[in-house]
């Protein structure tokens, strides 16, 4: 059989990660923030609009969860959460002593529903309450449904905090997301589009909230020559070895966005002619995915369903892994509100992952397309 394995999504490098690391190393600039940081902050903003304001920091949960501090979310306030992500969305509303209200996705996008978090809204309103925040996700890169999603939170004025940890290089009606909301969240984790080994980023719509969430991030020291608190500090800056790292990603950034979408058109026309598996895609020119990752939808049958295909490609040494598993059915959030129907729980029930990463070769794209078409008898 086959022994190399092919991944879900690895990391790939562009080779001048080593130089931008080396030149740490050489100044001896081995703490956190430092000359590689600002750099590879700037490299962004270059990349996002000019109104958007980036802080580099140690991951996308630290992101999301100085977002939350800086939209000031205490002990017992409420935040909506989309309930159909990966923990990291959601765990930051527990370290603020939060409480999170989850909601459903709807089928398009699989993204947070409009309806149901506008019902959520208004109960949550209801019960005496308004949520402090909104924490929506374009999963798998795919964009929310920005225009609906963003008008309910004005009309009731809630801020929005954008989860674009998978979903750098998507566009929704051609803007940038991550840029989107009151604070968009990125992740450089090893698995993602780009990587700094371990690192994320806090985007702002303006320079003081940034300063303010490096403030935070750099464990709130006062101005004073002496160290002097006022209020409580994080350790969450980004390193600058890391920073060296990401400035050798961001090179391969547009090429890896255009690789992850060709493998995405690869797998909708092998998928197009199977009766049975729905791919999620974007057909029209709202919704511009990264296609961080390929999913789809198994229609369960007798004979088969998502986990026999995904017991059949892992026979031939192909990694595929179910879709995230949706917060208010994990054990740690099943006792926090959630409202919708089970449009999320049926995503989980027969949704799988395939692999995605910017280094597929077409030999592995061969071996993908021969099980799938054995499983479908095709
Ligand atoms: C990866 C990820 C995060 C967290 O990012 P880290 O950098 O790993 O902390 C948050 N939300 C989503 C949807 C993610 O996929």
Same mark, same amino acid.
């Given at each position: 059989m086959y022994n190399n394995r092919i991944y879900l999504s690895l990391s790939q490098q562009s080779g001048f990660e080593q130089d931008y690391v080396q030149r740490a190393l050489d100044s001896n600039? +081995? @703490? !956190? =923030?430092g000359p590689n940081v600002d750099d590879f902050e700037n490299k962004l903003q270059d990349y996002f609009d000019e109104d958007s304001f980036i802080a580099a920091l140690n991951s996308g949960t630290s992101a999301i969860h100085l977002a939350l501090i800086l939209l000031g979310v205490k002990t017992n306030d409420e935040v909506i959460c989309? !309930?159909? /992500?990966? $923990?990291a969305s959601a765990n930051p509303i527990l370290y603020q002593g939060a409480i999170p209200v989850f909601v459903d996705s709807e089928?398009? /996008?699989? &993204? +947070?529903?409009p309806e149901s978090m506008e019902i959520a809204i208004k109960d949550r309103i209801k019960k005496g309450k308004k949520p402090k925040a909104i924490i929506a996700v374009h999963l798998y890169g795919m964009p929310y449904k920005v225009d609906q999603i963003h008008a309910i939170a004005d009309q009731y004025e809630i801020p929005v905090i954008e989860d674009s940890a998978e979903a750098l290089g998507s566009k929704y009606r051609g803007r940038k997301c =991550?840029?989107? =909301?009151t604070f968009g969240i990125l992740s450089f984790n090893g &698995?993602? *589009? *780009? @990587? /700094? !080994?371990s690192g994320g980023a806090l985007v702002c719509n303006s320079s003081d909230l940034k300063e303010k969430g490096i403030f935070y991030a750099t464990? !709130?020291?006062?101005? $004073?020559p002496h160290y002097q608190h006022s209020e409580v500090g994080y350790n969450y800056r980004m390193s600058n070895i890391c920073a060296g790292i990401g400035l050798g990603q961001i090179k391969i950034l547009e090429s890896n966005i255009e690789k992850r979408r060709k493998n995405h058109f690869f797998y909708r026309d092998v998928l197009k002619? +199977?009766?049975?598996v729905k791919l999620l895609e974007s057909t029209d020119e709202i919704f511009f995915s990264n296609y961080w990752l390929n999913t789809i939808i198994v229609e369960p049958t007798k004979s088969r369903n998502k986990e026999s295909l995904r017991l059949i490609l892992e026979n031939a040494n192909i990694e595929s892994r179910p879709l995230w598993k949706p917060m208010h059915l994990q054990p740690i959030f099943e006792k926090y509100p959630y409202y919708g129907n089970k449009v999320a729980e049926e995503l989980f029930n027969n949704g799988l992952c395939l692999p995605s990463g910017s280094n597929l070769k077409d030999e592995d794209k061969d071996r993908i397309e021969k099980v799938i078409k054995a499983f479908f008898n095709c």
């Amino acid at each position: 059989m086959y022994n190399n394995r092919i991944y879900l999504s690895l990391s790939q490098q562009s080779g001048f990660e080593q130089d931008y690391v080396q030149r740490a190393l050489d100044s001896n600039w +081995i @703490t !956190s =923030g430092g000359p590689n940081v600002d750099d590879f902050e700037n490299k962004l903003q270059d990349y996002f609009d000019e109104d958007s304001f980036i802080a580099a920091l140690n991951s996308g949960t630290s992101a999301i969860h100085l977002a939350l501090i800086l939209l000031g979310v205490k002990t017992n306030d409420e935040v909506i959460c989309q !309930s159909m /992500t990966f $923990a990291a969305s959601a765990n930051p509303i527990l370290y603020q002593g939060a409480i999170p209200v989850f909601v459903d996705s709807e089928p398009e /996008t699989w &993204n +947070i529903c409009p309806e149901s978090m506008e019902i959520a809204i208004k109960d949550r309103i209801k019960k005496g309450k308004k949520p402090k925040a909104i924490i929506a996700v374009h999963l798998y890169g795919m964009p929310y449904k920005v225009d609906q999603i963003h008008a309910i939170a004005d009309q009731y004025e809630i801020p929005v905090i954008e989860d674009s940890a998978e979903a750098l290089g998507s566009k929704y009606r051609g803007r940038k997301c =991550g840029a989107l =909301g009151t604070f968009g969240i990125l992740s450089f984790n090893g &698995n993602k *589009i *780009i @990587t /700094t !080994s371990s690192g994320g980023a806090l985007v702002c719509n303006s320079s003081d909230l940034k300063e303010k969430g490096i403030f935070y991030a750099t464990q !709130s020291k006062d101005k $004073a020559p002496h160290y002097q608190h006022s209020e409580v500090g994080y350790n969450y800056r980004m390193s600058n070895i890391c920073a060296g790292i990401g400035l050798g990603q961001i090179k391969i950034l547009e090429s890896n966005i255009e690789k992850r979408r060709k493998n995405h058109f690869f797998y909708r026309d092998v998928l197009k002619k +199977i009766e049975g598996v729905k791919l999620l895609e974007s057909t029209d020119e709202i919704f511009f995915s990264n296609y961080w990752l390929n999913t789809i939808i198994v229609e369960p049958t007798k004979s088969r369903n998502k986990e026999s295909l995904r017991l059949i490609l892992e026979n031939a040494n192909i990694e595929s892994r179910p879709l995230w598993k949706p917060m208010h059915l994990q054990p740690i959030f099943e006792k926090y509100p959630y409202y919708g129907n089970k449009v999320a729980e049926e995503l989980f029930n027969n949704g799988l992952c395939l692999p995605s990463g910017s280094n597929l070769k077409d030999e592995d794209k061969d071996r993908i397309e021969k099980v799938i078409k054995a499983f479908f008898n095709c």
